[in-house]
């Protein structure tokens, strides 16, 4: 996908990686709408990149929060070309111990809202001569791994859209995409997880690094994108012979346990 003139909708954008991918995108010359829940830090950023691009707070949870945003689209003289789906939230702790609202949040945010503004953008992204949609998913779509059920869930239900939706609009001019990182340094982890991934020596990426990898999704012909040559053939494994792991990560659940049942403590 030729990307300089485009214009692309990033959510999430007042996040770390939200951020680092509109940087990408403005780079490459792609006109901007921005959203976010953090007001403050997406406007730095639209100050940041530029007037061209506009920032439109929302959240995207509700149904009037998706409206703004679909309203702003529609209202660009050029249209939409591309929307990246990356707002999302993390979860960790152990399953039992979870609340029923922060379950049902995270569902909402991780899975059922980008499905719903796919829904309400793809009318105007067939009007485009090209355009895809670009879905964040995570190192545990393809693996689900204790103390992070409930983002499992939402993330394995994020790729299989991403995958039918891909095979239903073969025909069409809009590429369905999915970048899957792995463990990525920004505010969304908690004090825990980042002291988790020390521990069991997770490679830990930049924001920079999963914009980087977005830009070569779009440029290339692959649909999928798993970000980690580890990561990448666990999740394959996984697929094929999910037993041979399950021992392996039973030896890890004392230390999962332990920072799971610790403190949270914002970053």
């Known amino acids: 996908m030729e990307l300089t003139g485009k214009?692309?909708?990033?959510?999430?954008?007042?996040?770390g990686i939200g951020a680092a991918l509109a940087r990408a995108l403005a780079t490459a010359g792609v006109d901007l709408v921005l959203t976010g829940r953090d007001t403050e830090r997406l406007a730095a950023l639209r100050l940041e990149l530029g007037d061209r691009h506009i920032?439109?707070?929302?959240?995207?949870a509700t149904a009037a929060g998706r409206a703004r945003v679909i309203s702003s689209c529609e209202a660009r003289p050029r249209g939409l070309d591309l929307l990246v789906n990356n707002a999302g939230i993390g979860s960790f702790g152990l399953?039992?111990?979870l609340e029923e609202a922060d379950i049902e949040r995270v569902v909402l945010l991780n899975l059922t809202a980008p499905l719903l503004l796919t829904r309400g953008l793809l009318p105007l992204l067939a009007q485009a001569p090209e355009a895809a949609v670009i879905?964040?998913?995570?190192?545990?779509?393809?693996?689900?791994?204790?103390?992070?059920?409930v983002y499992c869930a939402s993330k394995f239900g994020l790729r299989g859209f991403s995958e039918a939706l891909a095979r239903e609009l073969a025909d069409s001019k809009i590429r369905i995409l999915h970048l899957a990182p792995r463990a990525t340094a920004t505010a969304m982890n908690d004090n825990r997880v980042e002291?988790?991934?020390?521990?069991?020596?997770n490679a830990v990426d930049t924001p920079e690094a999963v914009a980087r990898a977005m830009i070569r999704l779009l440029h290339g012909r692959r649909r999928r994108l798993a970000l980690?040559?580890?990561e990448g053939f666990f999740g394959r494994l996984n697929a094929l012979c999910p037993w041979i792991l399950?021992?392996?990560?039973?030896?890890?659940?004392?230390?999962?346990r332990r920072f799971a049942r610790s403190r949270a403590e914002p970053l």
């Open 246 to 256: 399950d021992s392996g990560i039973s030896r890890q659940l004392p230390v999962i």
């Open 55 to 60: 920032a439109v707070a929302a959240d995207l």
């Open 7 to 15: 214009t692309a909708l990033v959510t999430g954008a007042s996040g």
């Open 228 to 230: 980690g040559r580890a």
């Open 95 to 97: 399953f039992e111990t």
């Open 135 to 149: 879905n964040l998913g995570s190192a545990f779509d393809t693996l689900g791994y204790p103390g992070f059920s």
């Open 195 to 201: 002291a988790l991934n020390r521990a069991l020596g």
